[in-house]
């Protein structure tokens, strides 16, 4: 939890640690916060509020309290936001004729949206030390959001030959969504080097969202459409992981179980297209890792499962899919010092698509313009491999993956009038070097960060009806610096600069981008009271200002201007110490991931 990292005190912090070993449980680099043991009884509290004060104001409230009795120990907190923004674009969109070359369509599109939205999330937990070995949790989480969003556009349409002018104007004036969670746990350490976890956790979610579509060309009638989306998702996951030694080395075994059912239907005036998805994964896993001196080897293995079924409207001819991988991983790591470190490591992992990705309703985004799913996706997956070396302020890592039948969305000709319908589809392989460098010193008082990194992409495709290129090739750079002075006691200036070149992903070509950051901070009252002031987005370059996309004989070309320059106030007040000796049970990331 963010906000409760930001009250976290110093002085009840015992260590921070960065783990990079890959771990059987954990797909990445993980930050393990020791807490210090022997905490007494207390009460803490702490408010907070942020504003970005730019044309439209954003405002984001929270508040966040942490108690300890006895034997139990209590965590909540509630956090109120209000997103209120608007943005331009222009998009171009042509389709030619394959056969002969003519042009069918070149749609331009000047417009832009608004929207407002109001979001509440709140967390409420409870720990209860059994015994000191024995921890049981149990937790429930939820969010709500309602808003409203309007989009507007003014499209100059040639078509078939034929030039004219339509104002197109879609407004949603209260689209909902609801989360629920609720989790319970329990860890059990019979000694420091043994862990038991057990987790199981269920959740709700539900969106439902209708809009109106009007069509008012230059010369015509007004045309009135409406569509009605509803998402209904439940989800449920458990998971038993055990960590133990066995003659000096440290063994990890576990499973994790996820159930996944989602019913959605999309209505287009008075067309309805249900369906209902039903999806398991079950994943096994396990790991192995032994110091020997200096040298500190790893393997491990997760094998997954995964059976999806598909029903789509009446029919009686379910869809069912049945996936199993093997997902390898190995490293070794030589540790010359406490700062001084070389690794090498080799994974292979992957996913399944997302709900939405195998949802095959047509929904309409705008005029000759579509989204469908598809429900004939593959699973996809990455072999990845990188050399790394820690050298005190300094670390460097060369990497490569290759992501097999890696996911992307490609824009594809649809229906009888020449519309386009974004439709995602599998490459054959995404190829990826990058080298990346990083540097971190402090210099009395000031500290400063920078890092540089270089990528090469290449990704190959299948051809759909000729209108894919065969492959697509690319390079991108990224540089971050941050610096920091501690000005005063209580007092510290801060800034940060990010560029990224322009790349091309697949078959996505985005412009560069440029970020520049400025703030202040100080602290009062015994530190008790934080107030920043922070300038953000200086050149209003952040967001990539255009995209494009070339599918052969379907291109579109986006710019885009969103008012992303500000000024925001924080404000966060502590009332007592939050000596924070709580902890979350996790559900599976995985599963949360896909079900959207």
């Known amino acids: 939890d963010r906000n409760l990292l930001l009250t976290l005190p110093s002085n009840q912090v015992s260590k921070v640690e960065i783990i990079r070993d890959l771990s059987a449980r954990y797909s990445g680099p993980t930050i ?145 969504r609801h989360n629920h969670n609720a989790t319970a746990g329990l860890t059990y350490k019979p000694s420091d080097d043994k862990t038991l976890t057990l987790t199981v956790s269920y959740s709700r979610r539900t969106s439902d969202n209708m809009r109106t579509i009007t069509l008012t060309p230059a010369n015509g009638d007004e045309t009135i459409n409406m569509t009605h989306a509803q998402n209904r998702y439940n989800l449920w996951d458990g998971e038993a992981n055990y960590a133990f030694p066995i003659l000096g080395s440290e063994i990890e075994v576990g499973t994790n179980l996820s159930w996944i059912s989602n019913k959605y239907s999309y209505i287009y005036n008075e067309a309805v297209q249900p369906s209902h998805r039903d999806d398991f994964t079950g994943a096994w896993y396990g790991s192995w890792k032994h110091a020997y001196g200096n040298w500190k080897p790893e393997v491990g293995l997760r094998v997954v499962y995964n059976d999806t079924r598909l029903k789509q409207g009446d029919s009686t001819d379910d869809k069912q899919e049945k996936r199993t991988s093997l997902r390898p991983h190995a490293s070794l790591l030589y540790t010359i010092s406490d700062n001084y470190q070389l690794k090498a490591q080799y994974s292979v992992s992957g996913g399944f698509p997302s ?23 593959k699973q996809y997956t990455w072999h990845y491999a990188s050399l790394s070396a820690n050298l005190k302020d300094f670390s460097v890592m060369a990497s490569f993956n290759c992501t097999l039948h890696d996911i992307f969305t490609a824009i594809l000709p649809y229906g009888d009038d020449y519309s386009i319908i974004d439709f995602p589809v599998n490459s054959r392989y995404s190829n990826t070097w990058a080298l990346y460098a990083d540097y971190s010193h402090t210099f009395g008082k000031v500290s400063v960060n920078a890092s540089l990194s270089g990528y ?22 990224s540089a971050y610096a941050q610096a920091r002075w501690q000005f005063c006691k209580n007092g510290e200036f801060y800034g940060s600069v990010r560029y990224t070149s322009p790349m091309q992903v697949d078959l996505t070509r985005t412009g560069r981008s440029l970020g520049i950051n400025l703030g202040y901070t ?25 995209w494009s996309q070339n599918y052969g004989h379907v291109s579109q070309w986006q710019r885009n201007r969103y008012d992303t320059r500000d000024v925001t106030l924080r404000v966060q007040y502590v009332f007592n110490t939050l000596n924070n000796g709580y902890s979350n049970a996790r559900i599976n990331k995985q599963s949360d991931q896909r079900a959207n």
């Open 32 to 176: 393990k916060i020791t807490l210090k043991k022997g905490l007494k009884n207390y009460l803490g509290l702490s408010v907070g509020s942020t504003t970005a004060f730019r044309r439209r104001v954003n405002e984001s409230t929270w508040a966040n309290a942490n108690a300890k009795y006895g034997k139990w120990a209590l965590n909540g907190s509630l956090r109120y936001t209000f997103s209120n923004g608007k943005s331009y674009d222009y998009n171009r969109t042509t389709i030619i004729n394959p056969v002969d070359g003519s042009l069918i369509l070149d749609d331009s599109r000047d417009g832009g949206f608004t929207y407002r939205r109001n979001n509440w999330y709140w967390n409420a937990g409870i720990n209860y030390f059994a015994t000191p070995q024995l921890t049981l949790i149990a937790q429930y989480s939820g969010s709500t959001s309602a808003g409203r969003l309007t989009h507007y556009s003014l499209h100059d349409l040639l078509y078939l030959g034929v030039d004219s002018v339509v104002d197109e104007l879609q407004h949603e004036p209260n689209g909902n």
């Open 456 to 477: 090469l992409f290449h990704t190959k495709f299948d051809r759909i009806d000729g209108y894919l290129n065969p492959s697509t090739s690319s390079q991108s750079m």
């Open 522 to 546: 100080q602290r009062f009252l015994d530190n008790r009271l934080r107030v920043t002031v922070e300038a953000n987005d200086l050149l209003n370059q952040a967001i990539t200002p255009r």
């Open 355 to 377: 709900m939405s990705q195998l949802n095959p309703a047509t929904v309409y985004e705008s005029m000759f313009h579509y989204s469908k799913g598809n429900p004939d996706l």
